[in-house]
């Protein structure tokens, strides 16, 4: 559905109105024809300046996601989850290249997104405490949530070590332990680079916002993540620091 919906976008990017968009096999029809009214302004769907277009990116969820193939086909960018072990990781990229290989192009880890949940304190103990102990910590509360939501939807297999381990296996400590990644900056910067071993090459670290419960730590986070952990991240892999990426997205 997604892809079908991107498909009617471009179409209607590509050409003027009136639209009279019926393309094989999309289950999205479109079509101003009949309330077309120039003068009003109805009926006409405006364009992006850039050119071909902006970028598209999507959010790649379930292991060996068959969508993320179709993202590498059309050359829209895929975002892994930030609530998918990140044994899974190396599962999207395998697809989006294998979509990029069928529409004949060469596949560049630069596209590819990751986002994780990331806290950095300038103490250890402050940020195990506000990122996985203290009963009303903003991850904490984050992860509860959406566990519930997934064990009730059978799409908990994103937290799982096999897609055939118990569900018992899948408790919010692990999710806690295995999905936040917290500490002062030289501990979250070895658990990014210890992320990037695990998952291949990528383009971004995205960084996955939480509720501010306390306004002061979670500003600080967010400094630190920009001034010195990606910064060292850079440098470690090699990246100079005036062709960098754009060091850290917020969600």
């Known amino acids: 559905m997604f892809a079908e919906a991107i498909d009617v976008i471009l179409a209607i990017w590509e050409r003027d109105a009136p639209y009279g968009i019926d393309l094989p096999g999309n289950r999205y029809k479109v079509t101003t024809e009949k309330t077309f009214v120039p003068g009003l302004g109805r009926g006409?769907?405006?364009?992006?300046?850039?050119?071909?277009?902006?970028?598209?990116?999507?959010?790649?969820?379930?292991?060996?996601?068959?969508?993320?193939?179709?993202?590498?086909?059309?050359?829209?960018?895929?975002?892994?989850?930030?609530?998918?072990?990140?044994?899974?990781?190396?599962?999207?990229?395998?697809?989006?290249?294998?979509?990029?290989?069928?529409?004949?192009?060469?596949?560049?880890?630069?596209?590819?997104?990751?986002?994780?949940?990331?806290?950095?304190?300038?103490?250890?103990?402050?940020?195990?405490?506000?990122?996985?102990?203290?009963?009303?910590?903003?991850?904490?509360?984050?992860?509860?949530?959406?566990?519930?939501?997934?064990?009730?939807?059978?799409?908990?297999?994103?937290?799982?070590l096999r897609e055939n381990e118990d569900d018992g296996a899948v408790t919010i400590e692990r999710l806690l332990a295995e999905l936040v990644l917290c500490g002062t900056v030289n501990r979250v910067v070895d658990q990014l680079l210890a992320l990037r071993e695990r998952s291949g090459d990528f383009g971004e670290i995205v960084y996955a916002g939480m509720d501010w419960a306390d306004p002061a730590l979670a500003r600080r986070s967010m400094e630190l993540m920009a001034n010195e952990v990606m910064p060292r991240i850079n440098k470690a892999i090699g990246v100079p620091a005036k062709e960098a990426p754009r060091e850290a997205a917020r969600i």
Request: aromatic share 12%; net charge positive; proline share 9%.
């Open 44 to 160: 006409i769907m405006y364009k992006p300046w850039q050119n071909p277009r902006p970028e598209i990116v999507g959010t790649v969820v379930a292991p060996h996601s068959k969508g993320v193939i179709a993202m590498g086909e059309r050359d829209f960018h895929p975002l892994s989850a930030n609530f998918l072990l990140p044994h899974w990781l190396p599962s999207h990229w395998e697809n989006y290249a294998e979509g990029k290989r069928r529409a004949g192009k060469i596949p560049d880890p630069a596209e590819w997104r990751i986002a994780r949940t990331i806290f950095v304190s300038d103490d250890d103990r402050v940020a195990e405490r506000y990122a996985r102990e203290d009963p009303a910590s903003p991850y904490r509360f984050y992860w509860m949530q959406l566990r519930e939501k997934m064990m009730r939807a059978k799409r908990h297999v994103i937290f799982k």
